[in-house]
């Protein structure tokens, strides 16, 4: 395998560092490409981000109070704007020097806070990744909680761009049983990869057979766009059997669900995972957004265990260890983002 | 800050332990300035402490069993005599070489097991702080069991030469509205360094507000005496407004509060705080001892939640950090100490 | 104490992996001298065992699935034969290079699954201990669930070896009142050592008071005999006093129980612990078989406390430790120990 990647981090994207909900409470912590940040939502509304410990005492502004646009240290009451500027310190007249902590550049979207970890002067929120239908009144919307895997954040893009891992790891989920000798496509965009196929003419997957709008075999369309350094967007498509291919009409009959999925490295052994699903099919069924979520959450959590199982015997093994012909993605995958990092360094 | 004092020790100093009643059903062992160490209580009264290990096989003597003076090993039988003295080996004739373990001065006072870390040749009972008003009848007594901090002690220490976390930390609890500004005064002995200062005409702070006999805005002492390596005594004084001064004659309507804080290093991560106050009001109230040992943990625990939390800073976090004017009381404290070690050490 | 052999492993022996229904259900995953192993149970019967991760992506194998012979990756159905070998390779033509693993023999005995870590062209169950009547309908059986202790497994060796130990670790359990002044008798075999002794005329130990078939005082002989790595036969005799002795008849109101002990360690600070006890009374009475488990467990409960902490004392205490008179037998086992392992290593 390309491992070499492993060890660096792309600095110039935009991580998603919470739900949006996750803050309105107060500030937090979170560990993003090994950095410690603390984030906060001003009261005029929108949201600060710098590095997590008071540059006094290192306390971690989490444990402080929102003042205004302000974060309040909760130890001696020194004062950051979003920026990272110390603007007072109490008992005393003026800020010292070295007082200022780093800034960073957050904005939400989709119900997300993302933060920007590289040059705050490249930041730009338009550049982050589209979600189509978003506020559809013909599209359904469900999300589980953010998962926290422990293991390195490429594990699972390598698990996001290799679909064949659905008939050992899903058996009895997103599997089916036929899927596992179709070759696999793969296109490649300056954003990165994506991998598709279409079986056809096979039984609907335990996980769609409630939600398709018809009956018998299907054609199914299994996409997975991955993009740098680890955001993935699952494009599943459902039609009658013999409807499908990537020529074919719009068909009035299929079932679309979309699946976007933002990992979030932590450190190289622990990553956040979020996501959400949009379907086109009772958008406004409650009850069905529930059991997708939790249905989605029961699958992901297969991947889950595999990969952390994964990450401990790489953590464990020792020796080389062998790559096979459904690693092609992901090792593509791998070269190009180490290529952009080197890229990012060398500027 | 001054941090190069945070990894070395005080040896020439008397420890607190633990709780006399802490050692009463058996032998326990203790880690003291990384030093493990285990401390029985003799059958004919007073208490021994050695080194904690068995020097046969290495398990701890917390693990034996008092006979008479000896703590008799749980594994093969070796006693040791309260000196460290190996006194006995079954199973043969004489003891061997090597056998003997070290010992250390042991004295109780104020109700503590205290042990001195350093030449025994030094250890002088007579040098424990005095407790001033102890087993009058005129005051009132309350403890609370030993807390575990998980910082180092000197962060334990900075706090307690530094009245000004209280607006901050103690928001609810001893904090008042009105302290912050006023400037505390730092006085030098040869055991330690006094910061205090008066707040004059202030609502009395929750925490006192039962206590103090008397209504209306008071004039407010708050002393910290804070002596090598980690030991406080806290003064607090609360007479009518505008009565108060240091060159104030004695006021028969003052609330007086001594708190006594015994800080034990156990490593440099991880420490034992003792305490205990006295009160010149309602001595035999228990219910108010209660309360009041409830209220104090309480806001130790605030203390707690934010040093420890500070150490996790220090421990994570490169760099530089910076310091302020309130930190002056601990930068000359932390030089001191110092300065003692290093005496100690070219002895 | 002869402390280098503690870092050295003997490879060619037979070591317990598991009790065989630890398998039934499906494959497991072990550690053994350091190395990890996955276990199942054949479909045709029998067993397969391998190191531990798939040579493609690391994942335990014990993640997997059973397919006849063959153990399938749970990740992406690579399947392993019991040598190790790499059968098949899904979604590609043929096995590529390298994706073979180790394999390791193994053989069921005594309700127990062996595996043999050395070369596998020595391996050869004959020379797996016997259990003297097994399956005699005159004797009783009686077994516990493994026991995970906390130490190195030569620290539960010399525990075996040493006898005296009884009198302080199991006052109320093995221990006599009498015992620990008698010498124990030591000979060697090439498989390892039996210390013993008769101890004579003395109260009957409370664990065995009501096991033996006569009252009033007994002639004892405990007789430990520990192979090689680590494995122990213990016979308890019990005959009236004055009775017993070496060359005495065999006795027709003697009890006699063999204890079996087989420790497995698992890296230099864990070990697995199996055992059983075949005793001369009583065979079908399943009520006395729990209870013998039940207090075999307590006692040997109190070895698991005294040796995990004997272990804790070795990780923390600094300088050297010294050896006594009851080390005699410890002492010689590990020498001639490691005279094995290095001739293993010349080999």
Chains 1, 2, 3 share one sequence.
């Not at 509304?45 to 444990?63: D, I, K, M, Q």
């Not at 978003?134 to 359904?140: E, K, L, P």
């Not at 996001?160 to 899903?170: A, E, G, Y």
């Not at 979309?258 to 009772?282: C, H, K, L």
Request: charged share 20%.
């Amino acid at each position: 395998m390309h491992d070499s990647v492993m060890g660096k981090w792309l600095n110039n994207a935009w991580y998603v560092a919470a739900w949006a909900d996750e803050i309105a409470d107060g500030p937090i912590e979170r560990t993003i490409i090994e950095q410690r940040v603390v984030l906060w939502r001003m009261e005029r509304g929108g949201y600060g981000a710098v590095s997590a410990f008071c540059s006094h005492r290192r306390l971690s502004l989490a444990n402080g109070r929102v003042e205004g646009d302000r974060i309040q240290c909760g130890y001696h009451g020194l004062e950051f704007a979003p920026d990272g500027r110390c603007i007072n310190v109490p008992c005393q007249a003026s800020v010292p020097p070295g007082a200022d902590i780093r800034g960073y550049p957050v904005a939400e979207r989709w119900g997300l806070v993302w933060i920007w970890m590289g040059d705050p002067a490249a930041a730009d929120p338009a550049t982050i990744v589209d979600v189509a239908h978003w506020g559809s009144a013909d599209w359904g919307y469900n999300r589980g909680a953010a998962m926290v895997y422990d293991c390195h954040y490429l594990l699972i893009a390598d698990n996001l761009l290799d679909p064949s891992h659905v008939t050992w790891v899903h058996r009895t989920s997103f599997g089916g049983t036929s899927g596992e000798t179709e070759p696999m496509r793969i296109r490649e965009a300056p954003t990165g990869f994506t991998v598709s196929r279409w079986t056809t003419d096979v039984p609907v997957a335990p996980f769609y057979r409630d939600l398709v709008p018809f009956t018998g075999n299907a054609d199914r369309l299994q996409q997975y766009e991955v993009r740098y350094p680890a955001l993935a967007v699952i494009k599943a498509v459902f039609v009658p059997a013999n409807e499908g291919g990537d020529d074919a009409p719009a068909n009035p009959r299929a079932f679309l669900m979309d699946s976007y999925n933002f990992i979030t490295p932590e450190t190289a052994g622990r990553s956040r995972y979020y996501w959400f699903q949009m379907r086109n099919v009772r958008p406004d069924d409650a009850d069905l957004s529930i059991a997708m979520s939790a249905a989605v959450l029961s699958a992901f959590s297969e991947d889950l265990a595999v990969l952390n199982e994964v990450q401990r015997g790489m953590d464990t093994a020792t020796g080389p260890y062998i790559s096979i012909a459904t690693d092609a993605g992901p090792l593509r995958f791998r070269n190009r983002l180490e290529r952009l990092i080197e890229a990012e360094k060398s500027r």
